[in-house]
């Protein structure tokens, strides 16, 4: 995906920053940038000494992003070693070296484990019903086990000033800071600003049955789960992970409608019952304004922002008829 966010590097400056993280004997056979993400960069390398990595590339400093985008890699990095830390057992790639110097890119950069297989987004529709089965019951499992991680305090990882008591507190704090990156872009949205806000207020109490800070990976969607020969070979991209309420996983949302994934995690339906259905109500109106809000920040084609737009509205919509 296209956007403003990405970092282009010449082959010169990653055969720099291979020689730095793995030492001065190792070289780059053979790199090729990766195209599928949609805000840092990413480069597939092959090296001399046979192991194959991953280079991500965080945007520069001086890129305009969302305020929630800060650190960002910091945030990526630390939650995958913490999920190694924990013991958990599911499928994060090894972090090999990590430098935030920006002594050679103007932005942070870390090596990882190269995954076998695919991101199960380009493969889903060449799978049996059976093999989709199972793999989406597999990420239920290693989804619930990611989530039994828990934290001091609620808000984004990477973001120690976020963070909150409560998981009201952190979560209405998080949709403030969105609403105002809307306003500093002059992005227009179907409803007011105010009365957004003032409609997440209106439903806030239902948080307050969340009491304990859970490792929320948030963005793990297809595309950021690579399958191989049937199973889940890696889980990706826990760049925007949260202190918060597991419900927000990208499986309970209104995007997803996969019964395996919930046989797997050990979950209801978030339609279950009255106060799943509010959280998620809500947990669904912040990613569609992250959809929205985002475009104007990355520069995205018309096509994709009219999208936003749509399904934007719709989540609204869905929010202020909600009934008990």
Same mark, same amino acid.
């Given at each position: ?27 780059? $056979? ?55 830390? %924990? ?13 935030? %110097? ?76 969105? $609403? ?66 597991? $419900? ?77």
């Amino acid at each position: 995906m296209e956007s403003v966010t990405k970092t282009r590097l010449t082959n010169q400056v990653i055969e720099q920053m291979v020689k730095r993280a793995f030492g001065s004997d190792t070289s780059v $056979l053979q790199a090729a940038e990766l195209s599928d993400g949609w805000f840092n960069t990413a480069y597939s390398i092959d090296l001399n000494d046979g192991r194959g990595v991953v280079l991500k590339v965080s945007p520069s400093d001086e890129i305009r992003t969302l305020r929630y985008e800060v650190n960002l890699m910091d945030a990526e990095v630390s939650a995958m070693r913490a999920i190694h830390e %924990s013991g958990v057992d599911a499928p994060i790639p090894a972090v090999y070296a990590y430098d935030d %110097s920006r002594e050679l890119v103007p932005g942070r950069y870390f090596f990882q484990e190269r995954l076998q297989g695919k991101p199960y987004n380009t493969v889903r529709d060449q799978l049996s019903d059976i093999e989709r089965t199972g793999i989406e019951r597999e990420l239920g499992t290693y989804n619930a086990r990611i989530n039994t991680i828990v934290g001091e305090s609620f808000g984004y990882f990477g973001l120690p000033n976020s963070r909150r008591s409560t998981w009201r507190e952190a979560f209405t704090a998080m949709i403030g800071g969105l $609403l105002q990156d809307g306003i500093d872009a002059e992005v227009t949205l179907p409803l007011p600003y105010e009365a957004i806000e003032s409609l997440v207020q209106s439903h806030a109490s239902c948080l307050d049955v969340v009491a304990s800070p859970k490792l929320v990976l948030w963005d793990l969607w297809e595309g950021n789960v690579f399958v191989h020969e049937g199973r889940i070979s890696g889980l990706i991209d826990s760049e925007r992970a949260l202190w918060g309420d597991p $419900l927000m996983e990208h499986y309970f949302s209104f995007f997803s409608n996969s019964t395996p994934f919930l046989d797997g995690y050990g979950a209801a339906s978030p339609s279950a019952n009255p106060n799943t259905r509010e959280r998620r109500l809500l947990y669904d109106l912040y990613l569609t304004l992250v959809l929205r809000i985002e475009c104007a920040y990355r520069h995205y084609q018309d096509e994709h922002t009219q999208w936003t737009i749509s399904v934007l509205d719709e989540r609204l919509q869905a929010l202020q008829t909600f009934e008990v």
